[in-house]
């Protein structure tokens, strides 16, 4: 299997890695694609994208994200470290520059982190501080993509924008480091590297642009273009040598918002979504294709690749690359991917609002607001109450609710004094027959003070005692009935018997039921002591009685009654006391009741926001009729039938229930041993925002496969090839593939002008070439329709056309337009940047604008990007001729038919013979004028041959300074009549400014 290495270089190649990601997720449901090994490898300043929980980085509640070892970090905490003791640091000193300009950008970071900000310098030397860390990480991708595929070839792809500090000034040691490593050919093993760099737009957003976000771009095409021309070798930041190397790269692609239709994308998402899907298709789609041209045309192998050289006259000195490329993708798809996500989220949302409110209509499926239910009634039906230990009896500890409590098996308080009585009375009557009513008031009141419920020897007994030590175990009784009640909503939540929606209305329901209880407890204690106070008084008549009992007076009857009394005494006694507990107990239960009624909120809210995200990217999906040619891709479906079949399965009540089943019990599975709604709620709403995804994603995917039965309401696994057959007769597929087509233009607009320039450096062989390749679904049995479909595409275009066939996406056909060979003066855009550039270093900090826009020197020692025009040959020329001219180069004679007096270059062969000797007319005028590349290359090696030479010593070339500025002065009164405002004027005080510099330079 081919290797593949994906590098991106700052937050344009996070985002391409992440939109390649997504695309292989969707296809494959994992980010390891088959028959292709892809490793990663993100490097930047900012670790806005790197985070392992980052939303943007998930596609149907999966994340993507790259793991730790795909990622590098590149932050500067020691850069002034650095600086200050630059000599240790041999893979900087050589390119940092002026050290006063470093502290000013450092200082402007106002001690928070330092990142690229739009600044290239800054960018490679925060690369160089984590240069080693870069290289380790590096050497374990390949080693992993070499160990398991068992291959040595790699094929490099970086991936940039060319805008900013951290991408754009890496990008060059990103090469240069590969190719030390991996060199362009190795013992007959090939190492392909390929960049991708995104040029800056021309509008763009104002918050993004801090003053170098255009030039920049200029600034790393002039040393892209040297790297790759052989005129430019990077300090090696590993050891600070220079580094050559060789074939830098075996094909740049340049793109950017606006194609050759001046069809404008977003730079943000659809930038990085395109160049992903253009990854896609090369590196998965047609992987057990053989897309031989491809290889060709990446590695420039289809034309001449040498570079256009100077603008010199037999020149070889190579000046402009033309390894360059550009691509521009359509595709026709049956949006399978977003078909599948419309339908996964509208499973999702119903698959919460089952979980929320759990209101079924055979119409639609499950809706957004709740059932009618008698809730309220059920938290008074006895047998809930007996089921939750909330009767008055278990408030009152008349039966027990802890489990210890339960295992002692209490008779109720009414049993307690209704069963010892028979007890007491027998061993009072057993005493002196005077002393035992007395007897029997001592028996009650210790059974109430010191034996209730008191069952071992030495346990403290006693309503009082007993009551008070319960007192003390309160919040557990609440947490325990509580714990029972949630238990059992829990449950019926989890089997889909009771929604949260009506969880929390009961909770509610029972908390304002025992709000009412506690009304009742007092209404209670009120008749209780109403019965202690008539029972008391029973027993002081009854006592009297006793004591003034004569020989008649049946005393077995009074002291049966006083029993009875007593009893009644002591019962009423009792359950005041009970009463009041039962009043505090309700009170900790609402306080547990309250938290849990917290807890529900809490999901309720997190179930309202799921299905309000989810209402919004539903309707962000297949939201159009299908989309326009200049949209990418271009979208085939039929909206209404896609309505109809989600509703089919929305509506199935049998799907529905068996699919938010499989919701629910994923979610459960997340919580672990002893599931509650507390630790639901500890779930994090992503967490369940994704489970709800995930589990509808394959809910979605059986359901259409087991409910659409149809092949003509299928919405998955249909071939493109039977839509456009079903849909289109063979003129209006003419028409249709005509405009797919014309809006399959490069991302990248040319020059033409440029292109049909001729002159010094410019070869005549041809270049700048065009491939446009197809990418059709294999389709065996629908040979007659594709070769007609081939046919019809081959019509639609004016040029060769490659196609291919794929097994791996059925539902598009892809077309790909690459141009190659061509180099940078043929783009539009490049134009554009170079006037940004001059505009940035020609302002008053031109120094230090060169450092932040360049990674090493001032830029000046780059070649040219264009040939020189017309008037960039003339501003050279003047400090050339003045040169000349006062050094005695330049002789005047006269021609002896006319009189009149010519200024010439005389010139000599290479043995020493004159030559016809240059004519440059009558005066500086017609000098200025007349001369170009052919005639100004003679006069500056004539010039420079003498200033190393005759004119070496430096009183010479004062004298030399001072005869240039009495030529200037001259020209001025002879030939430009004292006019300093004169455009001739004008441009010989520069070019003796000039001529003087070369002076000092040479």
Not at 693 to 704: C, D, M, R
Not at 987 to 1001: D, F, R, S, T, Y
Request: neutral net charge; hydrophobic residues 35%; proline residues 4%.
């Amino acid at each position: 299997m081919n290797n593949h290495l994906i590098i991106g270089l700052g937050g344009t190649g996070g985002r391409i890695i992440r939109a390649l990601r997504k695309i292989i997720y969707q296809e494959f449901r994992t980010i390891h694609p088959p028959d292709v090994n892809i490793a990663y490898l993100y490097i930047d300043s900012d670790d806005e994208m790197m985070a392992l929980d980052d939303p943007r980085w998930k596609i149907l509640g999966h994340s993507v994200q790259l793991g730790i070892d795909s990622q590098l970090l590149i932050q500067g905490a020691d850069l002034e470290e650095r600086l200050n003791n630059i000599h240790n640091y041999p893979g900087i000193k050589e390119w940092i520059g002026n050290r006063g300009d470093w502290k000013d950008i450092l200082r402007s970071f106002a001690g928070g982190r330092v990142y690229g900000g739009q600044k290239r310098r800054l960018g490679r030397f925060l690369l160089a501080c984590n240069i080693d860390a870069f290289i380790n990480q590096l050497t374990l991708q390949v080693n992993h993509l070499q160990r398991i595929s068992n291959q040595a070839e790699v094929t490099f792809h970086i991936c940039c924008g060319l805008a900013g500090g951290t991408g754009s000034g890496s990008v060059i040691d990103t090469i240069v480091q590969l190719r030390k490593h991996y060199p362009y050919s190795n013992q007959g093993l090939t190492y392909p590297l390929l960049v991708y760099a995104y040029l800056p737009e021309k509008n763009p957003n104002p918050k993004w642009d801090t003053g170098n976000y255009q030039a920049n771009g200029y600034a790393a095409l002039m040393e892209l273009n040297a790297l790759s021309a052989g005129r430019f070798d990077p300090t090696d930041l590993m050891g600070g040598k220079p580094v050559a190397c060789g074939v830098a790269f075996n094909g740049l692609y340049l793109f950017t918002n606006q194609n050759e239709k001046n069809v404008i994308v977003g730079v943000e998402n659809e930038i990085p979504q395109i160049v992903a899907d253009f990854l896609y298709q090369k590196i998965i789609a047609v992987s057990k294709v053989a897309w031989t041209s491809l290889a060709f045309l990446e590695d420039a192998q289809n034309g001449d690749s040498t570079p256009e050289t100077a603008a010199i006259p037999n020149s070889r000195l190579p000046e402009r690359a033309k390894r360059l490329l550009t691509f521009g993708i359509n595709r026709i798809a049956i949006p399978e991917e977003e078909i599948k996500e419309y339908l996964t989220y509208h499973f999702a949302r119903q698959a919460a609002l089952q979980l929320q409110f759990n209101h079924w209509d055979d119409s639609v499926g499950f809706v957004d607001y709740p059932r009618k239910t008698a809730i309220e009634d059920m938290v008074l039906q006895p047998t809930i109450q007996a089921k939750w230990l909330i009767t008055d009896e278990h408030l009152c500890l008349s039966k027990g609710i802890l489990a210890a409590d339960i295992d002692k098996k209490w008779n109720s308080l009414d049993e307690e004094w209704q069963l010892i009585t028979p007890h007491l009375k027998e061993v009072a009557y057993n005493s002196e027959k005077d002393e035992r009513l007395e007897r029997l008031e001592k028996l009650f009141q210790k059974r109430f003070e010191q034996d209730f419920r008191s069952r071992q020897v030495g346990e403290v007994g006693g309503v009082d005692n007993f009551y008070r030590l319960k007192h003390a175990s309160q919040k557990l009784m609440a947490k325990e009935i509580s714990q029972r009640i949630e238990e059992e909503l829990f449950t019926d939540w989890n089997n889909g018997t009771q929604s949260i929606q009506e969880v929390t209305q009961l909770v509610v329901a029972l908390m304002t039921s025992l709000k009412e209880r506690k009304r009742h407890l007092a209404q209670q204690i009120t008749t209780r002591d109403n019965q202690l106070r008539g029972a008391n008084k029973q027993i002081a008549l009854t006592k009297n009685q006793w004591l003034n009992k004569g020989f008649l007076t049946n005393t077995r009857k009074l002291f049966d009654n006083q029993a009875e009394n007593l009893k009644e005494s002591y019962r009423a006694k009792t359950w005041i006391i009970a009463l009041h507990f039962a009043d505090k107990l309700v009170d900790e239960l609402i306080h547990e009741l309250n938290s849990l009624q917290a807890q529900l909120l809490k999901i309720t809210n997190t179930l309202s926001e799921a299905i309000k995200e989810f209402t919004t990217l539903i309707e962000q999906r297949l939201n159009d009729n299908p989309s326009p040619y200049n949209e990418q891709p271009t979208r085939l479906y039929d909206p209404n039938l896609i309505k109809k079949v989600t509703k089919k399965l929305l509506s199935d009540d049998a799907l529905q229930r068996t699919s938010t089943t499989t919701v629910r019990n994923e979610i459960i599975s997340k919580l672990g041993n002893q599931a509650n709604f507390f630790k639901l709620t500890q779930l994090s709403r992503a967490i369940v925002l994704d489970t709800l995804v995930i589990a509808s994603a394959n809910n979605a995917q059986l359901g259409h496969d087991q409910f659409i039965p149809d092949s003509k309401e299928k919405l998955f696994g249909v071939n493109i090839l039977d839509k456009l057959q079903e849909r289109y007769d063979e003129q209006t597929l003419r028409w249709y593939v005509a405009e797919l087509v014309k809006y399959a233009c490069n991302y990248l607009s040319f020059d033409n002008a440029e292109i049909q320039k001729s002159g010094l450096g410019i070869p005549s062989t041809p270049t700048k070439f065009s491939r446009f390749t197809v990418i059709l679904p294999q389709a065996p049995q629908q040979i007659n329709f594709v070769t007609q479909l081939k046919e019809i595409f081959r019509q639609s275009y004016p040029g060769e056309i490659e196609f291919l066939e794929s097994d791996v996406k059925p539902n598009e056909i892809v077309m790909i337009n690459i141009t190659n060979l061509f180099p940078l003066r043929f783009v539009t855009q490049v134009n554009f940047l170079r006037q940004k550039y001059l505009t940035r270093i020609n302002q008053p900090d031109s120094a230090r604008a060169k450092l932040e826009l360049h990674i090493e020197g001032d830029g000046s020692q780059f070649p040219n990007l264009f040939v020189p025009s017309t008037e960039e040959i003339k501003k050279q020329a003047i400090p050339y001729l003045l040169l000349a001219k006062v050094m005695n180069l330049i002789i005047q004679s006269e021609d002896s038919n006319t009189g009149k007096r010519h200024f010439s270059l005389p010139q000599k062969d290479e043995e020493g013979f004159d030559q016809e000797p240059i004519d440059l007319g009558e005066n500086f005028i017609e000098a200025y004028e007349q001369l170009d590349l052919i005639h100004l290359e003679p006069i500056k090696q004539q010039v420079q041959t003498l200033l190393e030479s005759e004119y070496r010593h430096r009183d010479k070339r004062n004298q030399l300074k001072t005869a240039i500025l009495e030529e200037v002065n001259r020209i001025k009164q002879n030939e430009c009549h004292n006019d300093i405002k004169s455009q001739l004027y004008q441009v010989v005080n520069e070019g003796g400014k000039a001529a003087v510099k070369i002076l000092k330079l040479v």
